[in-house]
């Protein structure tokens, strides 16, 4: 029959009471581990389970009490401590939050102003451009037309013999 599997993620189960020392055991029957070795008492010392404020064992109820509440009280005020570093951290952060918004909106909005001034500068030249070219269009008509009307007077001029240009009050173009 084989042993307990063990890899490098499980721990051996212990059977309760083979581990002698074994501090720690469970309802199950199974030690969870072996307990530290303990360092050698020296005569007259008591081995206590830890040290803090409640392991000395001739305090009364009312030191115990009155340590408990000082303890709570120093609990109380580390949390208070703490909570206000907190907020004020959390204010902090706030305030580079909203101090980092405004720098992306102000870049945005210019980013939007740039564009449009650029767009609105496109417009500009296209109109210009067009302008231009309607003007000179315009010019090469009115060159066009003041071109066919002297050959249509230069037409009549040769047709009539120049007389009619002599009678006419209203002609005086050329």
């Known amino acids: 029959m084989e042993g307990p599997k063990v890899g490098w993620n499980t721990a051996p189960a212990i059977p309760y009471g083979s581990a002698p020392?074994?501090?720690?055991?469970?309802?199950?029957?199974?030690?969870?581990a072996p307990a530290p070795p303990r360092p050698p008492q020296q005569p007259g010392q008591m081995q206590l389970p830890h040290e803090g404020p409640f392991s000395d064992p001739n305090l009364t109820l009312q030191e115990i009490a009155d340590k408990a509440n000082a303890l709570q009280q120093q609990i109380d005020e580390n949390a208070g401590?703490?909570?206000?570093?907190?907020?004020a951290a959390m204010e902090a952060k706030h305030r580079e939050v909203d101090q980092h918004s405004q720098a992306v909106l102000r870049?945005?909005?210019?980013?939007?102003?740039a564009r449009k001034a650029s767009q609105l500068q496109l417009i500009e030249r296209q109109r210009a451009q067009e302008e231009a070219a309607i003007r000179s269009k315009g010019a090469e008509a009115k060159q066009r037309v003041d071109l066919e009307a002297q050959?249509?007077?230069?037409?009549?001029?040769?047709?009539?013999?120049?007389?009619?240009?002599?009678?006419?009050?209203?002609?005086?173009?050329?």
């Open 81 to 87: 401590r703490q909570k206000a570093e907190l907020r």
């Open 21 to 32: 020392g074994s501090a720690w055991s469970s309802n199950s029957g199974y030690a969870h």
């Open 151 to 174: 050959r249509a007077l230069a037409a009549l001029e040769t047709s009539h013999g120049g007389q009619w240009m002599n009678r006419s009050p209203c002609i005086a173009y050329r």
């Open 107 to 113: 870049h945005t909005v210019q980013s939007i102003e």
